[in-house]
């Protein structure tokens, strides 16, 4: 008898003790940090010793990949675990959202957020949003609890009149005035800072997910935390300043590296570092027509904008002591995977009512087995620009490297080897023609399995390359 009237109670207890130990999630999310910006990947100059650490206690993923090689449909296809295609965040009239833009983020789309809210986790999203700026697609509405940042990039609604950055890529220390951009800072729905102050904004940021993480410790939570720098005009604040070697560009990854220090330091002064998995990673490669202010995509050939390894090779790392082991992956993984991963992770579902593209990386983050991604799609503007199956690439399209909104249809379809040849150097097409058969029917098999979503089937179609040896 004593024991039925307790059941009710134990049963309330043992909810809130599964809810309690339930991982917590942090994704800190760069934009415009090339693969060879830190020193774990192999950046001389750049002096980044949190980020060090966290690789060295955690896992560094070497063929890890961002959605997208562009702002908005990169963060579209991390937060829904979706090709952004599927979710029409990806245009070639425009690449990205821009502050005239009317659209955002489709509410029918599951993100991270929504998912983790069937086991009643405290969400955040802190910095940049970029997926509609209008009150219909801001975070709130997309299973985020609060939300702290700019809306879109932080180059966007230049001041008329005011001084046009792209002339101070030349200068290595050229700093742009921080009012002549009119961007807002946001929290929730209002503007509360307008224009942002961006030379302090790595810094707020960094207080406020601190903040988040301090009032949260005592239930499970995740926090998305997507800096707006080192994406241009770079700034830093006074403490980072001209300390950096490598110059303005070092000083703001240098601020960077800071803020995840700070952020790994708070887990682990609450004792929550047991308890939670981070992931640090890029929307997509460095921006090279900045020379200078631009990053660096180290041995990878291109950056942001292409469908080459430096557009969409991003360096990642994946931190939880306790949990994942330390080791260096080698198998294939992307920002895609980050909903199912955490969704198993964390006991919840992923969605079941449509087509998704992400895998469960658990089995390899938890040292249990190799990654099952053993392909990949690269998508830029609508346009299937490239398929990878193993070691092999396949490009259709190519953008240039620099000026990358030019882009090109190739009179035959270019052939790597990404083992052998990471920088993409030596084509080889005519020596295996039986691979570029079959890479090219996975890729017109991929256009089938989006034909649903796909918003220009001209564009999107592969090329009939009479091809021969």
Known sequence: MKLKLLLPFLLVLGSAFADHHQPNFVVIFCDDLGY??????????????????????????????????????????????????????????????????????????????????????????????????????????????????????????????????????????????????????????EKIEWPANQNTITKRYTERAVQFIEKKKKQPFFLYLAHSMPHIPLYASEQFLGKSIRGLYGDVIEEIDWSVGQVLDTLRNFKLDTKTIVVFTSDNGPWLAFKTHGGSAGPLRAGKGTTFEGGQRVPTIFWGPGRIPHRVVDGMGSTIDLLATIASLSGTKAPDDRKMDGYDLSPALLGEGKSPREEFFYWNRARLHAVRSGPWKLHFYQNEPVNYSRYQKLDKPELYHLEKDISEAYEVADENPDMVAYLTQKAKMHIQHTADSTPDQVGARIPDFEYRR
Request: net charge negative; charged share 20%; glycine share 10%.
């Open 36 to 189: 060879g910006d830190l020193g774990a990947f192999g950046n001389p100059t750049i002096r980044t010793p949190h980020l060090d650490r966290m690789a060295r206690e955690g896992q560094k993923w070497t063929q890890f990949y961002s959605a997208d090689p562009i702002c908005t449909p990169s963060r579209a296809g991390l937060l829904t675990g979706r090709y952004p295609i599927r979710s029409g965040m990806t245009s070639k009239q425009r690449g990205v959202l821009f502050p005239d833009s009317s659209g955002g983020l489709p509410q029918e789309e599951v993100t991270i957020a929504e998912v983790l809210k069937q086991k009643n986790y405290a969400t955040a999203t802190v910095g940049k949003w970029h997926l509609g700026h209008l009150p219909q697609h801001l975070p709130m509405t997309q299973g985020f609890d609060s939300y702290y940042g700019i809306p879109y990039s932080n180059d966007m609604a230049r001041i008329k009149g005011a001084p046009n950055y792209r002339q101070g890529a030349e200068d290595p220390d050229y700093l742009q005035d921080t009012n002549d951009f009119d961007v807002p800072l946001m929290e929730n729905e």
